[in-house]
């Protein structure tokens, strides 16, 4: 059978079969504080697997870990102990740097505190996780351009972020975090300073991220934007204490 002999190596498991395993698996992750009363817990023994294509709602009282449960699984935050795995692969094992290119490669992540960079632009913060990926200057410009039009944030575009409000901050805060198109979006209470109208587009936005492939962490506190997600993940006091849905 020569016809079928090659010289070229046979090809491994890993080079041939797609990963089908969850996007995110955090097993018995825990973040603690050391403080001069002692040791204070903020994540207990959290274990969840995210399917891709999930739509989660993160809930809980203020103080509860949510922020820094999305700091983590956004791979912002290192310092924690347990197991997370991202698309199969140990991020618990990591470097920094690989999880910074991680991030930069896969994740929209919209902050609470939005985060703007202070002295670039509203369109040069947009450009900014454009500017990590392989797109030409004209490719950018017009990416921003168009995300600026779907924001109604084109009279904006030159001013810097202390020149915005506070809602307008947190719209080019989602602006910047799904205008790269990133597979996993996290959003940290993302319309918190918005009028209901503009929240309402905001979740409408990411349920057509959604159903386009995206997968989607929200934290909120409203049960109208939770119901957006189609599983709802409680945490109190650190520790996941309910989850509903699928
Ligand atoms: N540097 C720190 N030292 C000690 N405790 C900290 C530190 N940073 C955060 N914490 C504690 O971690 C806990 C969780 O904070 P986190 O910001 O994750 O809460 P949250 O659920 O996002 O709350 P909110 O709904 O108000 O945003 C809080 O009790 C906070 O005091
Ligand atoms: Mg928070």
Do not use: C
Not at 9 to 30: C, H, K, Q, Y
Not at 188 to 203: A, V, Y
Request: charge should be neutral; aromatic fraction near 8%; glycine fraction near 8%.
């Amino acid at each position: 059978m020569a016809f079928f002999t090659s010289n070229r190596p046979a090809a491994s498991a890993a080079d041939t079969v797609p990963f089908t395993g969850p996007l995110i698996s955090l097993r018995n992750v825990e973040k603690s504080f050391d403080t001069a009363a002692g040791r204070s817990y903020v994540l207990r023994r959290i274990s969840a697997d995210i399917q891709p294509g999930e739509f989660i709602s993160v809930m809980g009282p203020s103080g509860a870990g949510k922020s820094t449960l999305m700091s983590i699984i956004g791979m912002l935050d290192s310092a924690w102990t347990g197991e997370f795995y991202l698309l199969g692969q140990a991020v618990h094992a990591m470097q920094q740097k690989q999880r910074v290119a991680l991030n930069k490669q896969h994740i929209g992540f919209v902050f609470q505190q939005y985060h703007l960079i202070d002295d670039l632009t509203v369109a040069e913060n947009l450009d900014m996780p454009l500017s990590y990926r392989n797109f030409k200057k004209s490719e950018r410009e017009a990416m921003v351009a168009d995300t600026l039009d779907k924001f109604g944030m084109v009279a904006k575009k030159d001013l810097y972020p202390r020149q915005l409000s506070g809602g307008q901050q947190q719209l080019v805060g989602v602006a910047r975090a799904i205008i790269a198109s990133p597979k996993i979006i996290l959003a940290d209470e993302p319309t918190g300073n918005l009028h209901s109208s503009q929240g309402r587009e905001i979740m409408e936005l990411f349920t057509k991220l959604n159903e386009a492939g995206t997968t989607i962490i929200q934290v909120t506190h409203s049960e109208e934007n939770a119901k957006y997600g189609k599983r709802i993940i409680e945490l109190r006091d650190g520790w996941i204490s309910g989850s509903e849905g699928q």
